[in-house]
């Protein structure tokens, strides 16, 4: 049977931890990443060199390699230095390899051979977009790391400029994909980014590959707050414009007061898996009692094993119900 093709879109931790899961397994991975980022090591280097943010891109590269565990430990040290900027290594190395190619998306293929990346890692676009938020009552936030500061509930996010194009190697990756899929990750600053461009957002409602969507297990202050499963869905809708999503994998699990208690110390709460909300939009939900690990801390996050397993066994599903209904009809 042919290698299946999975397309990842998004950015942040989330997007690197699926992708470091998935790598192990017999598949075509393409990572859509988001370039939106203005703060820290990522801004700074945007604004002095005004290329796309390089931090998201530098954590997948990094997840995808397969080099020597001091290589990659090199490519993500950070120098504390504050005379050397506290950047990552890794983001000096794409800011220079873009001025050696005088081209982001082309400094990204090549660290991506010298790293050995199993798989494609794509900026979303290969320009130094703006992220702006609408809030809900109208105030108009410009920056991508601004945005949670304002801890409003939002009501959409846009880029400026309005007419940035994405890589076309993008859209095509989408085309061509089996499945694609979305976070987990910061909704709004890490994967809306990516769909409100058009011809992204086009793309993937085009695409025949079934469409799946990863739901964080925990609100995000400034972003989520209050958020359900079903929330989460249907901004994403929103913001392409129409409905897509046929799967979701969200945790339906609960834990006990003390794991709470330290959350909603942050302002943060579980999300809520609102069961009705997602099978009225005809969305089918998957879920595992081991998708979430719990740390020594009380930090809950997503099990990279078990939610590469569930992306990869519901791709092979699908797509051996593809190749089966094609046969029949011969």
């Known amino acids: 049977m042919r290698r299946l093709k999975i397309c990842l879109i998004g950015g942040g931790t989330g997007l690197s931890v699926m992708a470091?899961?998935?790598?192990?397994?017999?598949v075509e991975i393409t990572a859509i990443v988001t370039v939106a980022d203005d703060g820290g090591s990522t801004g700074k280097i945007?604004?002095?060199?005004?290329?796309?943010?390089?931090?998201?891109?530098?954590?997948?590269l990094a997840a995808l390699s397969d080099v020597e565990p001091m290589l990659e430990k090199l490519f993500q040290y950070r120098f504390n230095d504050e005379t050397l900027g506290g950047h990552p290594v890794g983001n000096l190395m794409l800011a220079a390899m873009t001025d050696v190619t005088s081209d982001f998306g082309h400094a990204v293929k090549e660290l991506s051979k010298i790293l050995n990346v199993k798989g494609t890692v794509i900026p979303s676009t290969n320009t130094s977009p703006i992220l702006n938020a609408i809030m809900e009552d109208g105030e108009i936030v410009v920056g991508e790391s601004l945005i949670p500061l304002k801890d409003k509930k939002i009501e959409s996010v846009f880029l400026t400029p309005?007419?940035?194009?994405?890589?076309?190697e993008a859209v095509e990756a989408l085309l061509e994909s089996d499945l694609i899929v979305m976070g987990p990750g910061s909704l709004y600053t890490s994967i809306i980014p990516n769909l409100v461009l058009d011809e992204l957002a086009e793309a993937i409602v085009k695409s025949d590959a079934k469409k799946l969507y990863v739901s964080n297990i925990m609100t995000q202050r400034g972003e989520t707050i209050d958020y359900t499963v079903g929330d989460h869905i249907e901004a994403i809708h929103k913001h392409v414009g129409q409905p897509f999503i046929q799967f979701v994998i969200a945790n339906d699990t609960t834990f006990d007061n003390k794991i709470h208690d330290n959350y909603a110390r942050n302002n943060s709460t579980f999300v809520h898996c609102d069961y009705d909300s997602i099978r009225k939009?005809?969305?089918?939900?998957?879920?595992?009692?081991?998708?979430v690990d719990i740390n020594l801390d009380g930090i809950v996050r997503h099990n990279n094993e078990i939610l590469a397993d569930m992306i990869y066994e519901l791709a092979l599903s699908e797509i051996s119900t593809i190749e089966f209904n094609q046969k029949e009809g011969e």
Do not use: F, Q, W
């Open 20 to 26: 470091r899961g998935l790598k192990h397994y017999p």
């Open 162 to 168: 309005s007419n940035i194009k994405p890589m076309k």
């Open 46 to 60: 945007r604004d002095v060199m005004d290329i796309p943010a390089p931090g998201d891109v530098r954590n997948v």
């Open 281 to 291: 939009m005809g969305i089918e939900l998957i879920t595992d009692n081991e998708l």
